[in-house]
């Protein structure tokens, strides 16, 4: 079974930077592409950036410059540097596959609270 643990998440003010972390259990990370994904109240869950296997990233138009992901497979742990936060970067952040037709069991998320 696999797990997904998130971490890192807080209340920051705008123009904070914070760095999640998301540790995975019981699977073949290293072979996977991963994505941080994002959801604010009343929302849909968005794709906000992911990484392939071998570490090619892509991110959505509104974190570009702000963000960035990285993975380091001999941990397991997929990262996501958040630097500029803004407001409107105010959610539930988690982790997953890059495509979620094979989505893992989401696990609970960290939340990210951008306020002064």
């Known amino acids: 079974q696999v797990q997904l643990v998130e971490s890192g998440g807080g209340l920051v003010q705008p123009g904070g930077s914070l760095r999640l972390s998301c540790v995975v259990s019981g699977s073949i990370f290293s072979l996977k592409a991963m994505g941080w994904y994002r959801q604010a109240p009343g929302k849909q869950r968005e794709l906000v950036a992911a990484?392939?296997?071998?570490?090619?990233?892509d991110y959505t138009d509104s974190v570009k410059g702000r963000f960035t992901i990285s993975r380091d497979n001999a941990k397991n742990t997929v990262y996501l540097q958040m630097n500029s936060l803004k407001p409107e970067d105010t959610a539930v952040y988690y982790c997953?596959?890059?495509?979620?037709?094979?989505?893992?069991?989401w696990g609970q998320g960290t939340q990210v609270t951008v306020s002064s």
């Open positions: 997953n596959v890059r495509y979620l037709t094979y989505a893992w069991p």
């Open positions: 990484v392939t296997s071998d570490g090619n990233t």
